[in-house]
């Protein structure tokens, strides 16, 4: 294979590499949530932390629910 190819195959891979990413990025900023908040969690009737929404507008559940949705385990400081 000569170092034309070899060179072809590269940016083609690199194209291919950037693609995806974009894609990607395009998907995850599509789930954010937007627009107006309730203030109020839909899970446990709470208020959503002013910073939370600060951060993501739209969003209907607090910090704690959001954890326990998503399976992430906050360590006790006990």
């Not at 990413?21 to 627009?35: E, F, K, N, T, W």
């Amino acid at each position: 294979m000569s170092e034309t190819q070899i060179d072809g195959l590269a940016d083609s891979a690199h194209e291919a590499s950037a693609r995806d990413l974009h894609m990607a990025i395009q998907d995850v900023l599509g789930a954010l949530p937007s627009g107006a908040s309730p203030g109020q969690c839909q899970d446990c009737g709470g208020q959503i932390e002013p910073l939370r929404l600060d951060l993501l507008p739209g969003t209907s559940q607090c910090a704690a629910c959001a954890r326990r949705r998503a399976g992430i385990v906050t360590p006790s400081l006990n």
